[in-house]
């Protein structure tokens, strides 16, 4: 069975300090998918990570795959109060119909 | 237009009553799917639908009843719910090729109903 893990499970931190935030995954996969999810909303796609070494950045957040070690990593950096939000990880099912979420991290900046 | 919609955007309902989540995508996808999303929980897959028919049944229970009339179209229909099924019902989609969904292809998630019953 496939099962995705993240941690941490909830993340408070300062802004303007920096974080990273892991995604690992039981199964061999070469795709990871990252999402946010603000209070009551739906799911944004952040970043498709598509083969070992992936790496892409939009503003604050740089995603990362690492297909060997089965782990993503979603750094912060110099983090405002927007970016707080819950924040999920998706690896393809083994039958690639669909997505195994991991179970989100919960992001809140302090100003 | 990358854009997923749902109606309604809230529902509340009693046990007893029927009534149905629709969600529209017209970016050509032929997969689609309903997932539940409970509280600070990751969306829970129920249905996917391929080619409008029926791939994926998470073990649904038959309260819930899914229909796909065309490819642009997605119908949750409910009947005699629990309370417990209170959540946020999330429609999304995204392209397929052959048996399966075009892997590196994100899935684009409508915006939810939720629904209450009381």
Same mark, same amino acid.
């Given at each position: 069975e496939l099962k995705v893990e993240q941690n941490p499970l909830f993340l408070s931190m300062q802004e303007g300090k920096n974080y990273t935030i892991y /995604?690992?995954?039981?199964?061999?996969?070469?795709? =990871?998918?990252?999402y946010r999810q603000d209070p009551g909303k739906s799911l944004e796609s952040l970043f498709v990570l598509l083969s070992n070494g992936a790496v892409k950045q939009e503003g604050r957040l740089m995603a990362s795959l690492d297909t060997k070690a089965r782990l993503s990593t979603l750094h912060?950096?110099?983090?405002?109060?927007? =970016?707080?939000?819950?924040?999920? /990880?998706?690896?393809?099912?083994?039958?690639?119909?669909?997505?195994?979420?991991?179970?989100?991290t919960r992001l809140s900046v302090l100003p | 237009d990358t854009e997923v919609t749902q109606t309604p955007k809230h529902l509340v309902m009693g046990m007893t009553n029927k009534k149905s989540l629709k969600c529209e &995508?017209?970016?050509?996808?032929r997969a689609m799917y309903w997932y539940k999303q409970k509280a600070?929980?990751?969306?829970?897959?129920?249905?996917?639908?391929s080619y409008e028919k029926l791939s994926i049944n998470e073990s649904v229970? %038959?309260?819930? %009843?899914?229909?796909?009339?065309n490819s642009s179209l997605l119908n949750l229909h409910l009947h005699a719910l629990q309370p417990e099924d209170s959540?946020?019902?999330l429609c999304a989609s995204n392209s397929i090729r052959g048996g399966g969904r075009v892997l590196g292809?994100? &899935?684009y998630f409508g915006p939810g109903t939720r629904?209450?019953?009381l």
């Open positions: /995604c690992n995954y039981s199964t061999t996969s070469d795709r =990871l998918y990252w912060i950096t110099a983090a405002v109060h927007d =970016l707080s939000a819950t924040y999920f /990880c998706a690896v393809d099912s083994p039958y690639g119909q669909n997505f195994v979420f991991g179970p989100g | &995508q017209h970016m050509g996808h600070k929980k990751p969306p829970e897959l129920m249905f996917v639908y229970p %038959s309260r819930f %009843s899914p229909e796909c009339p959540a946020l019902y292809d994100t &899935q629904l209450t019953v």
